[in-house]
C-alpha cells in the first residue's frame, strides 16, 4: 500500500465536514483548539439570543411560557440531545449542571440497591465528581464508602458489594477512553447500576446510551455541544428505571402536577423528575438553537473527522520536531477520545505563548498541554498552522518570557 502523504489543503478540499465552519461566529486569526472546554459561539445561537430577550422575554412576557411553550424546552432539548447520544425520546432532559444531576443521580441509584453501600469511581475522575461522592456520603454515615478502582481495566476490579459505578467516559486530562459497553455489560453481571458522565463524549464522538444498556448518564453542553457558558447540563434515564427511580431534590418542577400547587410531593415517573427549580430559560433557549449545527452531520463524520486530524496534528508535530521537546501522554488514537494531551514541565507557560500566537489550548495541573479537536469547525489548515506555531515556540523558547509565566485565575 502507497501512504500518500496529503497535504492541509488536499485535506481540508475533500474534508465533507469543510461547509459546517460556516455556521460558527469564529474570530479573525484564532485557532481554536479549547472546544473540549468551550466550545464556541453557533451564528445560530447568537440571534436566538435576541430573539428570546426581545421578542419572547421583551414581548411576549409571562405568556411565553405557553406562547412561546417554554415550559416544554427542558424535555425538547432534551430530546434533541438525546439524540447525539443514542438515547430514545423520553430519556433524556436538560436541567441544572452535571455537579447536580450527579447528586439526583447517585442518591437515587442507591436507593435502588438498598444492600450495597459502595459508590466506585476512578481517582483520577474529573474533581466534581468526587467532590459530589463525599458530600453525598456525609449525608448518609458511616456504613457508605467510595471506592477508587484503576481506569484501565476496570472490568476486573468490579465486586458483587458495589451499587453504583461512576466513571467519566473519557479521561478530561489524558483523553483515555473507556469501552462504554464492555464496562456497563460486566457491570451488570454483578448487579451494578451503571452512572457515565459524558463531560468530553456528547457531541464529539458516536454514544449508544440505550444500545449499551447504561442506567444512567450525565454531561454537560457547554464543550462540544456548543451551548455558551454555563449552558444547562443534561441527566439520561433509561426507560425501565423510571417507575423506580426517586431522586431527593424534590423541587416543584419534578412533580406530577407543578400547577396544581398541592403541599405534598408527587414524583413524576419519568426522567422529568430531575427538574428541580425553574429552568434557565434563556440559556436553554440559546443551547436549543445551538444544537442546529449538528442538522445533516452525523457522529461518524465528526469521529472519523477527529481521527483524521488528530492523526495529522501527530504527522506534522513529528515533522516539526515536537517529540524532541514534548512527550504524548495520551493513549493511541483509537483509545481515546477528541483530545491529546503533551506533557511538559513549562506546559503553562508553552500554552500561554501559543495563545499570544492565535492559537489557544488550555493547561491543566501539573503539567499537562490539551489539545481539543472540535471537528465541525477545525481545519486542516488550523492543525498545521498550531504545529508550525507550537515548533517556533519550543525552538526559540518563547515561553520563557516571563509574561508568559504569570498565573490567571482560569486556565
Ligand atoms: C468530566 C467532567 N464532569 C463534570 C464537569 C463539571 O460539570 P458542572 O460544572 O456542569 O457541574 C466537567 C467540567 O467542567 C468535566 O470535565
Ligand atoms: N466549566 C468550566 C468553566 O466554567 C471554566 C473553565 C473551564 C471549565 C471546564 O469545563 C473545565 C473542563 N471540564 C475540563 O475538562 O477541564
Known amino acids: 500500500m502507497i501512504n500518500k502523504v496529503f497535504s492541509a489543503k488536499q485535506l481540508d478540499d475533500k474534508d465533507p465536514l469543510r461547509h459546517v465552519a460556516e455556521r460558527f461566529s469564529l474570530p479573525p486569526n484564532t485557532v481554536y483548539l479549547d472546544?473540549?472546554?468551550?466550545?464556541?459561539?453557533?451564528?445560530?445561537?447568537?440571534?436566538?439570543?435576541?430573539?428570546?430577550?426581545?421578542?419572547?422575554?421583551?414581548?411576549?412576557?409571562?405568556?411565553?411560557?405557553?406562547?412561546?411553550?417554554?415550559?416544554?424546552?427542558?424535555?425538547?432539548?432534551?430530546?434533541?440531545?438525546?439524540?447525539?447520544?443514542?438515547?430514545?425520546?423520553?430519556?433524556?432532559?436538560?436541567?441544572?449542571?452535571?455537579?447536580?444531576?450527579?447528586?439526583?443521580v447517585l442518591s437515587a441509584a442507591l436507593k435502588m440497591r438498598p444492600e450495597r453501600k459502595v459508590i466506585a469511581t476512578t481517582r483520577d475522575n474529573f474533581p466534581t465528581d468526587i467532590y459530589m461522592v463525599q458530600g453525598l456520603l456525609s449525608l448518609l454515615?458511616?456504613?457508605?464508602?467510595?471506592?477508587?478502582?484503576?481506569?484501565?481495566?476496570?472490568?476486573?476490579?468490579?465486586?458483587d458489594d458495589i451499587a453504583v459505578l461512576m466513571l467519566t467516559q473519557v479521561n478530561f486530562r489524558s483523553g483515555f477512553k473507556q469501552n462504554m459497553e464492555a464496562v456497563t455489560r460486566q457491570a451488570h453481571t454483578m448487579g451494578i447500576l451503571t452512572l457515565w458522565d459524558l463531560a468530553h463524549s456528547a457531541g464529539a464522538f458516536v454514544v449508544e446510551l440505550d444500545e449499551c444498556q447504561v442506567d444512567f448518564a450525565v454531561g454537560c453542553t457547554y464543550k462540544y455541544l456548543n451551548g455558551g457558558p454555563g449552558s444547562p447540563a443534561f441527566v439520561y434515564v433509561a426507560k425501565r428505571h423510571q417507575e423506580e427511580y426517586r431522586q431527593p431534590l424534590s423541587g416543584w418542577m419534578g412533580h406530577k402536577s407543578p400547577f396544581a400547587f398541592t403541599p405534598d410531593y408527587e414524583a413524576q415517573n419519568s426522567v422529568n423528575q430531575n427538574l428541580c427549580g425553574t429552568p434557565a430559560i434563556l440559556s436553554m433557549s440559546v443551547l436549543d438553537a445551538a444544537l442546529s449545527v449538528f442538522e445533516s452531520v452525523t457522529l461518524k463524520a465528526i469521529d472519523e473527522k477527529s481521527?483524521?486530524?488528530?492523526?495529522?496534528?501527530?504527522?506534522?508535530?513529528?515533522?516539526?520536531?515536537?517529540?524532541?521537546?514534548?512527550?504524548?501522554?495520551?493513549?493511541?488514537?483509537?483509545?481515546?477520545?477528541?483530545?491529546?494531551?503533551?506533557?511538559?514541565?513549562?506546559?503553562?507557560?508553552?500554552?500561554?505563548?501559543?495563545?499570544?500566537?492565535?492559537?489557544?489550548?488550555?493547561?491543566?495541573?501539573?503539567?499537562?498541554?490539551?489539545?481539543?479537536?472540535?471537528?465541525?469547525?477545525?481545519?486542516?489548515?488550523?492543525?498545521?498552522?498550531?504545529?508550525?506555531?507550537?515548533?517556533?515556540?519550543?525552538?526559540?523558547?518563547?515561553?520563557?518570557?516571563?509574561?508568559?509565566?504569570?498565573?490567571?485565575?482560569?486556565?
Open 307 to 411: 481521527k483524521k486530524l488528530q492523526a495529522f496534528f501527530a504527522a506534522e508535530g513529528k515533522r516539526a520536531g515536537l517529540c524532541d521537546y514534548m512527550e504524548i501522554v495520551s493513549p493511541a488514537i483509537e483509545n481515546r477520545g477528541s483530545q491529546l494531551a503533551l506533557s511538559h514541565p513549562d506546559a503553562y507557560a508553552i500554552c500561554q505563548a501559543w495563545i499570544a500566537e492565535g492559537v489557544i489550548a488550555d493547561f491543566r495541573a501539573p503539567n499537562i498541554l490539551r489539545i481539543g479537536f472540535a471537528p465541525l469547525y477545525l481545519s486542516f489548515a488550523d492543525v498545521e498552522l498550531a504545529v508550525l506555531k507550537l515548533a517556533e515556540i519550543m525552538r526559540n523558547k518563547t515561553y520563557e518570557n516571563e509574561v508568559f509565566q504569570r498565573k490567571q485565575h482560569v486556565t
Open 35 to 104: 472546544g473540549n472546554s468551550l466550545g464556541p459561539l453557533p451564528k445560530a445561537a447568537q440571534t436566538r439570543a435576541q430573539e428570546v430577550v426581545n421578542n419572547q422575554w421583551g414581548t411576549d412576557l409571562i405568556k411565553s411560557w405557553n406562547c412561546h411553550d417554554w415550559i416544554n424546552l427542558p424535555q425538547k432539548v432534551g430530546d434533541k440531545i438525546g439524540a447525539l447520544i443514542g438515547a430514545g425520546k423520553g430519556q433524556v432532559v436538560c436541567c441544572d449542571s452535571i455537579s447536580i444531576n450527579l447528586f439526583k
Open 141 to 159: 454515615g458511616d456504613e457508605y464508602s467510595i471506592r477508587y478502582i484503576d481506569e484501565a481495566d476496570v472490568e476486573s476490579q468490579l465486586t
